[in-house]
């Protein structure tokens, strides 16, 4: 039987379908069943192209293959779905000596394409984040500035008979709005601190940013060192990039205090030289990664996609504003940060480039 035959394509992680001379699947591995969701039963005898919203492209491949105007092509699609994230993959369009079966299709996920369209979300979401972080907190200065003024006022006014007991509700007033006040300045922070440029050896902030960690968590944590010690100096604010990495690692400790009490807590500050990447849709021939990585319970995957945003808190009591500045300052350098959580396991990488 034709299953039989091609029983042995289930050993690659790779999907493959098989497909008849309609372009119908007449054999898909067990890859080709995860990516699709769907079971060889449901999937067997359906034509290929038919199963995406724009397949046409996939059924003209298929056509010029079943005319052999090619033995073997390949092709980058975005195949979208119904109800379904769209698929970016990679396809091989294989012609075999067999009329039964005359096309085999091979096809990945187009990871590199995938990474590139989540860091322009990213830049996106932050760019907009930008402008409504600025217009929002102008907004709010001015009023909080006169409640803070009325309160003081209101203080001076207050008969001495009903002075002490009062004067608790003003200071509260005055208490919060001076606290706003603090939230405020922390949000218009990056657009005002000048960018100070100077040689930044990466391992510096590194070796920075770990003394002040283990200060804070002296027991129950540990932090490895993995560094290129080939990486060159390049050019950037130290003090913004030091600020950067602290809040990723401090966040990162703090999510780790389960294992700080348990005394198995780790986290990992890995440097390494990267080719030819693309951030913010340039090209750049080397660039600096540097990974923080813990042992932590991981992010939700409803929250990875958003604790870049301002005021986004996974913790509670945080001020959701430590991965916005980070991500502001990084990209005052050209680079981008990128989240990757799973329970055990989170890894924030800080990609820069390097002249």
């Given amino acids: 039987m034709l299953s039989e035959t091609l029983a042995g394509l289930d050993l690659l992680t790779s999907s493959v379908v098989v497909l008849d001379a309609n372009g119908r699947i007449q054999y898909a591995n067990a890859a080709a069943q995860e990516i699709l969701k769907a079971s060889i039963k449901s999937l067997a005898g359906q034509r290929l192209s038919e199963l995406f919203l724009n397949g046409q492209e996939l059924q003209k491949l298929f056509d010029q293959a079943l005319e052999s105007q090619f033995s073997d092509k390949r092709q980058d699609l975005i195949l979208e779905r119904v109800g379904l994230e769209p698929l970016q993959v990679q396809m091989s369009f294989t012609v075999l000596d067999n009329p039964q079966i005359p096309v085999l299709i091979e096809f990945s996920e ?66 919060e709005a001076d606290r706003l006040q603090t939230l405020v300045d922390r949000l218009l922070a990056p657009h005002r601190i000048p960018h100070i440029v100077g040689d930044v050896n990466i391992h510096e902030v590194c070796e920075r940013v770990r003394s002040l960690i283990m200060a804070e968590f002296s027991h129950g944590l540990t932090i490895q060192r993995d560094f290129d010690l080939s990486i060159p100096d390049f050019r950037g604010d130290l003090e913004q990039l ?52 813990d042992n932590g319970p991981g992010i939700s995957a409803d929250m990875v996609d958003r604790i870049f945003f301002p005021l986004v808190s996974g913790r509670e009591g945080g001020s959701g504003l430590g991965l916005t500045l980070a991500q502001t300052f990084i990209q005052q350098h050209l680079g981008v940060i990128e989240c990757e959580s799973r329970p055990g396991y989170t890894d924030f990488r800080v990609l820069i480039p390097l002249p």
């Fill in 110 to 175: 187009n990871v590199q394409q995938i990474k590139q369209d989540r860091e322009e979300r990213i830049l996106d979401h932050s760019q907009e984040n930008k402008e409504l972080i600025r217009n929002l907190a102008h907004e709010i200065k001015n009023p909080l500035g006169g409640i803070r003024g009325a309160a003081q006022l209101l203080e001076l006014e207050l008969p001495e008979r009903d002075a002490k007991e009062l004067r608790e509700y003003t200071q509260v007033i005055i208490k």
């Fill in 242 to 293: 030091i600020q950067s990495v602290l809040n990723i690692a401090h966040n990162a400790a703090q999510a780790l205090s389960e294992r700080i009490e348990r005394g198995d807590a780790e986290m990992i500050f890995k440097t390494r030289i990267v080719r030819q990447v693309t951030i913010a849709k340039i090209r750049y021939k080397l660039a600096l990664e540097l990974h923080i990585i």
